[in-house]
């Protein structure tokens, strides 16, 4: 029994940390965006602990919260809510967690007021996240991250402003319906602020490019007659290169070439200018 019982610990304590892993990988992952602006390289890592927010962008709350007259908004920035307190209260709530556990298997939901009842829309799911700059000419202003959900009926969207404020935490606020189903709204945290990387270099270019692909064409144009002279005409030794003669004379032809073109632009020497000599009549 304490052999058993200590592999059934051994083994809860592995599940547990491979579950963390996990959650901290894929959270990271969906966090995660970046982008080059010329030599610069900008890192976003929404859910990267930095001093201060150990869980980045997370809310430590496990959900923020916005409420604009009889409407409130809940939504978990790149992950799924956890309430601890203050859970929403909704008659409907089937597409995200049911009424009894409603918020807790979405990123985000809305709750209106209809006819004196609290009715939830769940508009965002963890699973279909997407990143983009709120400027492209500056990412230093931040992201917009973006959660939406297809639902039978209405298919919903909320789109968070992250901006970046060394500071601390401002908001959210200014909740907005752009749509039929589609929320904006905004706040401030410094896990937005990027890490910028400077690259040196641009690349190969389209030239490098052309030349790489043209050195790999040709090195297989050579590997694939070598083989077929070696193995099926039996040929050996240098004879097994194809073309081997033009091969051969491609160092005189850009000598050749190098010297018609250095004559040209001299003009022509001395010794070369008239082989005529003058006759006195």
């Known amino acids: 029994m304490v052999i058993r019982s200590d592999s059934l610990i051994w083994l809860l304590l592995l599940s547990t940390i491979l579950h963390g892993v996990f ?4 959270v990271s992952a969906v966090c995660e965006f970046s982008i080059t602006e010329g030599d610069k390289l900008y890192n976003f890592n929404l859910a990267s602990p930095i001093p201060k927010f150990p869980h980045g962008v ?24 956890v309430f601890n307190h203050d859970p929403p209260r909704c008659v409907d709530c089937w597409d995200c967690g049911g009424p009894s556990r409603c918020g807790i298997t979405c990123s985000a939901l809305l709750a209106s007021n209809i006819g004196g009842y609290s009715v939830c829309t769940t508009i965002g799911h963890a699973s279909s996240i997407d990143i983009d ?10 992201v917009v991250v973006k959660m939406s959900n297809v639902g039978v009926k ?30 904006t709204t905004a706040l401030k945290h410094p896990s937005a602020c990027a890490e910028i990387v400077h690259v040196h270099g641009k690349g190969w270019g389209w030239f490098g490019t052309f030349i790489f692909i043209a ?24 004879d097994v290169i194809p073309n081997l003669d ?16 250095v004559r040209r632009f001299r003009g022509p020497s001395e010794g070369h200018r008239s082989s005529y000599s003058s006759v006195n009549f």
Request: hydrophobic share 40%; charged share 15%; glycine share 8%.
């Open 23 to 26: 959650f901290l990988n894929s």
């Open 58 to 81: 997370l809310s430590e709350d496990g959900f923020y919260k916005v409420a604009v007259n009889e409407t409130v908004l809940w939504f978990q920035l790149c992950d799924g809510m």
């Open 133 to 142: 700059l709120i400027d492209k000419k500056n990412p230093h202003t931040g």
């Open 154 to 183: 209405l298919n919903c969207s909320l789109s968070v402003s992250v901006r970046c404020d060394l500071n601390g935490v401002q908001g959210p606020y200014s909740l907005e319906k752009t749509g039929t189903c589609d929320f």
């Open 215 to 238: 050195i790999c064409m040709f090195g297989a144009y050579l590997l694939v007659c070598t083989v077929y002279r070696y193995f099926i005409l039996g040929i050996h030794g240098v």
């Open 246 to 261: 033009f091969w051969a004379t491609i160092p005189q032809r850009i000598q050749s070439l190098f010297s018609s073109l």
